[in-house]
C-alpha cells in the first residue's frame, strides 16, 4: 500500500491524535442508532403520518422518516472507516467478525423467539420461528445479512483497491460517483443497476471511504459541516417541494420522494453520513460513558427491529393515538427516547453476561474450528495446489 495511508486501523479508530481512545466516533455511533429508531417508528407504525395534511407535526414525522438511511450510512461509513486501514485482510479475520457477529444475533433472534412462543404466540409466525435459528440466511434483520456479505468480499476488495494503486483507484471512485453518485443519487427509483439495501451500497461507499483515508489529506472543519449542511439542506428542500406538492393536490404524501428519503445510498443521504464522518474524525472527545454505552447500539437494532417485537411495539405506541393533540411529535419523540433507552440497558446487561461468559475467551470456539479445519487433509491439498497455480504465475 501506498505511504500516503495513514496510520493504523488495529486501534480501530480508538486512538485520537490527541493519545487515548477518541469517543467521538462511539458517540456518532450512538446519534446514528437513536435515528434509526426514530425513523422505524415512522416507517413502521401502522398511523402513516406522513399522508396527513401539511403541518408542523406532519412535517416533523416527515423528518423522522428522513433520519433512517442517513444512519444507515453513518453506522456502516464507521465501520468502512476503520476497516480500510486494517492491516490483517485475511479470510480466517473476516469470518471471525462474522462468526462474533453471529453469536449476538442468535442470542436475540433466540431469546426473543421464545419470549413471544410462551407469553404472545399469536404475534410470531412460523417462518419467524424457523427464521430465527437462521437469522442470517432468512435475512431476519437486512442490515447485518448484508454486513455479513460485505465481510466476506472486503478481504478481496481491499487487496485489488491496493493492488490498483492511487491513480485507478481514484478513476473508479470518480466513475461511481458519476454513475451511481448522479445516475442514481440524484434521480428516484433504482436506476443504473444500483441494488440499494444491499452489500453493493456497503461496497460502493467501502470504495469512497477508502480512497479518502488512503490518499487525501484530512478535510478542513469547514468542509465537513459544508458537506453535511448541503445534504441537509438538499433533504429539507426535497420535503418542503414535496408537502406544497402535498398540500396543493392532495391525496397520499407524494411516493417519488420516498426514494430519496428511505433509499440507501441517495447523494444527500451520503453528503450528510460522510460530512458526520469528516466532523467526528476532526473531533477529538474523550468519555469512558460514551465508550461503554457504544456498546449496545447494535443491541439496540436488534431487539426493537427484530419483526415480532416491531409489529407489537409499533402497534403499541400507535401515532394515530396521539394524532390530534397538540405536540404529538414531541411525544413520538420521548417514546424514542424510552424505546432507545430500554434496549440500550437490555443490551448492556447482555454483554455483562456475555463477558462473565462466553467472551471471557472471545472467538475461542471459532479459533479451534479454525485450526482444525485448516489443518484438514483436504483444505491442505487445497493450498498446495494454489500456491502451485501461483508459482506457475510468477515463472
Known sequence: M????????EALGRQGSHGGRNSSFELLRLIAMFMIVAHHHVTHNPFPAFDQPASINQFAYVFFLSMGKISVDIFFGISAWFLCESRDLSIRKSLRRIWILERQMLFYSLTLMVCF???????????????????TLYDMWWYPTNYVLFLLFYP???????????????CLAVTLLLVWGLAYGMTPNDYAGFLSATFVSFIYQYVLIAYYRWYMRKASRALSWSMAG?????????MVIADLVHLRHGGPFPRIVFDY????????????????LLIADRMYIKSRLINYLARGT?????????????KVLWSFFDIGKIWGGHGAAVYSLAIVVLVFTVCLVLDLIREF??????DRRRG????????WFQSSPAIVRVRQYLTGLQKVNTD
Not at 353 to 358: A, C, E, G, P, Y
Request: aromatic residues 12%; charged residues 15%; glycine residues 8%.
Open 298 to 310: 447494535f443491541g439496540v437494532y436488534l431487539i426493537h427491529d427484530y419483526p415480532p417485537v416491531r
Open 261 to 276: 428519503l428511505i433509499a440507501e445510498g441517495k447523494l444527500p443521504q451520503l453528503l450528510i453520513a460522510f460530512g458526520c
Open 156 to 170: 478481496f476488495v481491499t487487496v485489488g483497491l491496493q493492488k490498483m494503486g492511487q491513480r485507478m483507484h481514484a
Open 117 to 135: 412462543l410462551v407469553f404472545d404466540r399469536k404475534d410470531i409466525m412460523s417462518e419467524q420461528i424457523i427464521g430465527s435459528f437462521f437469522p
Open 364 to 371: 475461542y470456539w471459532f479459533d479451534l474450528l479454525a485450526d
Open 353 to 358: 453476561l456475555f463477558s462473565r461468559t462466553i
Open 230 to 238: 448541503v445534504g441537509a439542506l438538499m433533504i429539507l428542500a426535497i
Open 2 to 9: 501506498s505511504n500516503e495511508v495513514r496510520g493504523s486501523a
